[in-house]
């Protein structure tokens, strides 16, 4: 086998594939960070399918609006992806039952090679597609991004403290697929997705990494920050791996300037940044709310509960817990007062993180008036319950608590 080029990690790269093929360790490869003249390519992805004639692989020609399928023998497939490797794409990821070996390509064209987990147990047999309950939810293609931000090593281990917040992005993902699913999104453009107050961005990468390699939607994923040097370095690396739906903008959720969202996220928004989050998503319109609020203060200061609950609430982390309770109640009935259907529940386990509640919120076509007078009800009644005149979200609503 011949590929035509002779750096070492590619001829090594090359060596493992065509021994994978050969002995049937092979299960998966996908090559991304195009290059050439073809703008509409996005990746490839290969898999082993078994065909009347014997073995054959899998390629699949992933377009901004198609998909090319086509099968070849084992060795036309492994002279195939060398041709392919280093000139049409500058990345490559194989997995077999082994391990995973990854070959990347600088922007001076000079390949690197490093490992990782693989699919199955060393020296077993591949696991047929057919036979998974569910697609990798961040797939292969997210582990340039997780090393750059420091989650796992270049082998694609998870580095020493950050296991939680791997634990976090992946159960996000997961949680995401599930709204997405359930939700009336457009199919007729690029799903526009805004995550305010990104951060250094994981969360921003992995949802545009669901969207892009798992869910075949076509997305564009804007991440807003107010610090100037986390927006760089999160639009430097979407350059370098080649995401060009992927951007992020300095600003504040409340007044940054990004497309009207059809899917808003805030994760941790501090105090009433949350209240501000999810009054731009309603005003926007957007399909799909999703925060997960954090540091409820605003409503601490007014709580003056019923006298049954007041020997309690002399303790603070009852007052607390009562503050946020009273905060995000309010928060998921004014969503269902301006037509929304909300769900209330655990983001990740308090194990990990105390700031663990997820509100998700999906826009329900047209107005339900009796629904809307229910909540309306609902909402000043808790309101009178805990004493709270004052509500950010309400206040963005217009909604009166009195």
């Known amino acids: 086998?011949?590929?035509?080029?002779?750096?070492?990690?590619?001829?090594?790269?090359?060596?493992?594939l065509e021994q994978s093929v050969r002995e049937g360790t092979f299960t998966r490869l996908t090559l991304g960070k195009t290059r050439g003249d073809d703008p509409t390519l996005r990746n490839v992805q290969v898999?082993?399918?078994?065909?009347k004639a014997g073995p054959h692989l899998n390629f699949v020609w992933r377009h901004?609006?198609?998909?090319?399928?086509?099968?070849?023998?084992?060795?036309?497939?492994?002279?195939e992806i060398g041709r392919l490797v280093g000139t049409t794409f500058h990345s490559a990821h194989l997995f077999t039952t082994r391990r995973l070996t990854q070959l990347e390509f600088n922007k001076k064209g000079q390949p690197r090679l490093s490992f990782g987990k693989g699919d199955g147990p060393a020296g077993g047999s591949p696991a047929p597609t057919h036979d998974r309950t569910k697609p990798r939810l961040l797939p292969a293609e997210s582990q340039t991004w997780l090393h750059a931000l420091g989650i796992t090593n270049a082998a694609g281990v998870v580095r020493e403290g950050m296991a939680d917040k791997h634990r976090q992005i992946h159960k996000f993902v997961e949680l995401l697929s599930h709204l997405v699913d359930g939700a009336p999104l457009t199919t007729d453009r690029p799903i526009e997705i805004a995550d305010m107050g990104c951060g250094k961005?994981?969360?921003?990468?992995?949802?545009?990494?669901?969207?892009?390699?798992?869910?075949?939607?076509?997305?564009?994923?804007c991440g807003v920050e107010q610090r100037d040097p986390l927006v760089a370095q999160c639009n430097q690396l979407a350059l370098e791996t080649g995401r060009t739906k992927l951007s992020f903008v300095r600003g504040s959720i409340a007044d940054a300037t990004v497309p009207t969202p059809d899917i808003l996220i805030a994760l941790h928004a501090c105090d009433t940044a949350t209240d501000d989050a999810i009054a731009r998503g309603i005003a926007a319109g957007s399909t799909l709310i999703v925060t997960a609020p954090c540091c409820q203060k605003e409503v601490r200061a007014q709580l003056t509960a019923a006298p049954v609950l007041a020997p309690a609430l002399r303790h603070g982390i009852f007052q607390e817990r009562h503050a946020e309770f009273a905060t995000d109640a309010l928060r998921a009935l004014l969503l269902e007062w301006a037509g929304y259907e909300t769900k209330v529940f655990e983001f990740i386990s308090t194990e990990h993180t105390a700031k663990n509640l997820m509100i998700a919120a999906t826009k329900r076509p047209g107005l339900d008036e009796a629904a809307r007078a229910r909540a309306a009800t609902a909402i000043r009644e808790l309101a009178a319950f805990y004493g709270v005149r004052a509500h950010a979200?309400?206040?963005h609503l217009d909604f009166a608590l009195a």
Not at 1 to 16: C, H, I, N, Y
Not at 47 to 51: A, I, K, N
């Open 201 to 221: 961005g994981y969360l921003t990468f992995a949802t545009h990494d669901y969207f892009e390699f798992v869910a075949q939607r076509s997305a564009r994923v």
């Open 393 to 395: 979200l309400a206040t």
């Open 1 to 16: 086998m011949s590929s035509g080029v002779t750096e070492p990690a590619v001829a090594e790269f090359l060596a493992t």
């Open 64 to 79: 901004d609006t198609q998909d090319i399928t086509k099968n070849l023998p084992p060795a036309e497939a492994v002279t």
């Open 47 to 51: 898999r082993t399918v078994q065909l």
